[in-house]
């Protein structure tokens, strides 16, 4: 296998993008990936997207955007698992050029939200239909027996849950991509509308239309490039059961702790090696789980340290969700995973601006689909 | 049967209730399922609580006039 690295990216602004199509989101973000590259060509493209046959009706994502890329006809294909779509697709391009298969590959996503579909609809598609959707459940219902479960087993407070999202609008606020640049309190989040007791508004991720790319080769190629390539350490994916009940424990994703095993193995690196993280915080207790899972704190700590501050960009001993996060930089849900990425490439470069994290030079990416279906980590490092 | 964990949201498509409560439901074979929780004090509902199924109507089909039926559960 060859060594990887990433090169360039580019994304457009989160958010509700009313002028915008599908095709004029992903060719922008694409683009940019493939200037601030410097690449004459790609040889291969994957988009990651979770449902723009319900969102915006239309499939075939591979070659339409191929076509609107002017890059036909080169191979192209479409990745699809759920929230972790963008996360996969950059996988799915890792591992092709780790092959030896092509050169010069682009890993994007793409969702748009916004064009008028029944939103929490298509996204319980990813939950299971027969078991769990027809019993009326919702994405934020089944995070919220997560959260129930936590609160219960853990003691987590409900004001350790809005400290996410918090945290994630304060790092948000210096995201100039962010959909929702405006810092909030623990009081707006504790008085924000109820959605799924214990979850309310303000602790859950929006919608969002958005698009990410980014432009990965082999080492070799990339140091002819430029002389500060990113190198890809790892990527890993795992998958657990799709109904939440069916799983042993409510307060673990197994899928997550899985992959963070199989992660720090293939990359040889111990949690306390990482310097920061982007993390799937679809919902506020997402995070919280997450950085558990993750080894970052010992489980059922998770809440007491986004508290304290563990987690903050300012003070964290792990700042977590730097470029704001799903919740405050906003979750058009197959571009979220490349999003991340986009966020470590910035960080472990030093150019991201009033969200640099100090000495940044090994990022950790978690991106997941479903309750936790589906998991993807990406650990990325400066050179 | 056992009801571990539960929770309460705002209704989406299945508008049979004005408030709605759903939860991770352990049966006495060790099937896990998740189900709604009705005819209770949702207030006093308490994880690890003992719940009994129910056979109830679970959506209509508005237009064809199709009612779907299903399990629900209610405190035993």
Redesign the interface.
């Known amino acids: 296998m060859k060594e990887v690295a990433v090169i360039g990216t580019g994304m457009t602004r989160f958010g509700e993008l009313w002028n915008k199509s599908i095709k004029d989101i992903f060719v922008e973000a694409a683009l940019k990936a493939i200037k601030d590259a410097g690449v004459d060509h790609i040889d291969s493209m994957y988009v990651g997207s979770m449902s723009s046959g319900l969102f915006v009706g239309q499939e075939h994502l591979g070659a339409l955007l191929a076509d609107y890329l002017g890059m036909n006809p080169i191979p192209a294909t479409r990745v699809e698992s759920a929230c972790a779509s963008g996360g996969v697709s950059f996988r799915q391009a890792y591992l092709e050029v780790a092959s030896g298969q092509s050169e010069v590959v682009l890993a994007g996503g793409v969702e748009k939200m916004t064009d008028g579909a029944?939103v929490?609809?298509a996204l319980a598609t990813a939950a299971d239909q027969e078991?769990?959707v027809?019993?009326?459940?919702?994405f934020?219902?089944l995070y919220?027996?997560i959260?129930?479960?936590h609160m219960?087993q853990y003691k987590t407070k409900r004001e350790q849950l809005a400290a996410v999202a918090v945290k994630n609008h304060r790092n948000g606020s210096k995201n100039p991509y962010a959909q929702f640049r405006s810092e909030i309190t623990v009081e707006q989040v504790l008085k924000s509308s109820?959605?799924?007791?214990?979850l309310r508004l303000l602790d859950c991720s929006p919608v969002s239309d958005g698009g990410a790319a980014v432009i990965l080769c082999s080492m070799d190629v990339a140091k002819k490039i430029t002389d500060t390539p990113i190198h890809v350490r790892g990527s890993v994916q795992t998958s657990d059961t799709i109904?939440?009940?069916?799983r042993s424990s409510?307060t673990t994703l197994k899928a997550v702790s899985t992959a963070a095993e199989k992660i720090y193995k293939m990359t040889n690196l111990k949690p306390q090696d990482i310097d920061f993280a982007e993390v799937h915080d679809c919902f506020s207790i997402a995070e919280i789980i997450v950085s558990e899972d993750l080894g970052f704190f010992d489980k059922g700590c998770g809440g007491a340290a986004v508290e304290e501050g563990s987690t903050s960009l300012e003070t964290g001993k792990i700042p977590i969700n730097t470029s704001g996060g799903l919740k405050s930089k906003g979750h058009p849900v197959g571009a979220t995973g490349i999003a991340q990425i986009i966020e470590l490439y910035e960080q472990l470069q030093g150019k991201a601006g009033k969200r640099q994290v100090k000495n940044a030079n090994i990022g950790l990416a978690q991106n997941m689909g479903g309750s936790g279906a589906s998991c993807v980590i990406n650990i990325l490092e400066a050179v | 049967m056992i009801s571990?964990?539960?929770?309460?949201?705002?209704?989406?498509?299945?508008r049979l209730e004005a408030s709605?409560c759903?939860?991770?439901?352990e049966l006495d074979d060790g099937v896990?399922?998740?189900?709604?929780i009705v005819e209770t004090d949702l207030n006093k509902l308490q994880?690890g609580q003992n719940v009994k199924l129910v056979f109830r109507r679970?959506?209509d089909d508005g237009k064809a006039g199709i009612h779907?039926y299903?399990y629900k559960a209610v405190v035993s």
């Open positions: 029944d929490t609809d078991y769990e027809y019993q009326g459940i919702t934020p219902g919220a027996m959260a129930n479960a219960h109820l959605v799924a007791d214990p109904a939440l009940h069916s409510l | 571990p964990k539960y929770f309460r949201e705002i209704p989406q498509r299945y709605r759903k939860g991770c439901v896990k399922i998740t189900t709604q994880i679970i959506q779907c299903g």
